[in-house]
Each structure stands twice: as C-alpha cells, then as structure tokens.
C-alpha cells in the first residue's frame, strides 16, 4: 500500500518505451540531449504528464514594442515649382518616400500620378504652406524643398517638429543632376536617421 503511494515518474524514451525514473539526477540527466521529453507521473495511478523542453525561447516583446518596431516613420518629400521635373527622378532613385510635386496653376486639385507620386496646385506661398502643413499633420515627416528663401523662412516659421526646411537655390549647384543628386542624399540620410532605433 505505501509501494502505491510513492510518486514515481516515467519517461517516454524515443522509440515509445516507459522508462522509470527513481531519482531526480537521472531524469534531469535523461533529458538533457532531448529538445523535448514527456513523463507521466504516478501515485499508484496516473495523476498527470508533463513536458520538459530545452529549446531556448525568446523572451515576448510587449504589444507596445511590438508596434514600434513595426511601424517606421514614413518621409515625404515636397517640391516647389523651382525644381519642376525633379520629382520622377527621386521616385526612381529612392524607396518608400512620397514625392508631392508643386506645380503652381494648371490643376484644380492633387492628383496622384504613381504609387508614390503627387501633384498640387498652388496659387501664392499661402498654399505652398497648407499643403506642407496638411501633410505633416498625417503623421508623415515632411522634407520641404525650396530655392525661395521668404518661403524657406515661411516654412520654418511654422515650427512643426516633423518638417525639416531644405533651402536650395538652384543657381548655387553646377546644374539640376548635381541638385536632384543632393535632395537624394539628403532624403536617405533622413530616413536612416529616422528610422534607426526601430
């Protein structure tokens, strides 16, 4: 009757045979070079089974974390009418930024010309500025592109954190390849910097 009260514990071997185990030392022992082992434990009947496993789980990342990482800051790049033709290139030169192109009157509204192109309508700087504004207050980091320097001022006068003001008069580079080359570097050099704690 004690024989019967007596916990004892059995492993499953490999091949499906029932091996008892007396002694603490010897299940640990058996189970170090398995990734997973059950046994089934008894006190004169089955009273439950359990699994050992010796795989190395990562440890869970908060939901938090989780959505950090996976959402990264998306760039938009916007262009004044100076730098008119500029915006293909950097599309095709760049991955995952927005170009919004301004191309002053001809358009009634934005249009979407690709995947990650845009076209606006502007009258004066008055709506060069909503637009930067409209598009920073999506969430977006805006990179504003501008060889006017009142409207550079203008533009960093609205001291919105998430857009950074490029004032690149076009008559200080030694042609457009030379311009549209800078506003590339300048692009990824913002994005990795950005995106690089995610």
């Not at 915006?87 to 934005?110: D, F, K, M, P, Y």
């Not at 909503?130 to 001291?159: W, Y």
């Not at 030379?178 to 506003?183: E, K, P």
């Amino acid at each position: 009757m004690k024989e019967n009260n007596k916990i004892k514990v059995f492993v499953i071997s490999d091949n499906g045979e029932v091996v008892e185990i007396d002694d603490l030392d010897r299940l640990i022992e058996s189970l170090r070079y398995k990734e997973e082992s059950k046994a089934i434990v008894v006190k004169g009947e089955i009273i439950g089974t359990l699994t050992f496993s010796s795989k190395t789980k990562e440890p869970l990342e908060s939901p938090e974390k989780h959505e950090k990482k996976a959402k990264k800051t998306k760039v938009v790049a916007v262009l004044d009418q100076m730098f008119r033709g500029f915006a293909n290139i950097i599309v095709r030169e760049t991955e995952n930024i927005e170009v919004h192109e301004i191309l002053g009157r001809g358009l009634e509204s934005r249009v979407k010309i690709g995947e990650r192109l845009f076209r606006h309508p502007a009258k004066d700087d008055f709506d060069v500025l909503k637009i930067v504004e409209k598009l920073a207050k999506e969430e977006n980091f805006v990179a504003f592109f501008t060889g006017d320097k009142s409207l550079a001022n203008q533009a960093s006068a609205l001291r919105l954190k998430n857009v950074m003001v490029y004032y690149m008069p076009p008559n200080e580079y030694p042609g457009k390849e030379s311009l549209v080359r800078t506003m590339i570097s300048e692009l990824n050099k913002l994005t990795k910097k950005l995106n690089n704690n995610y």
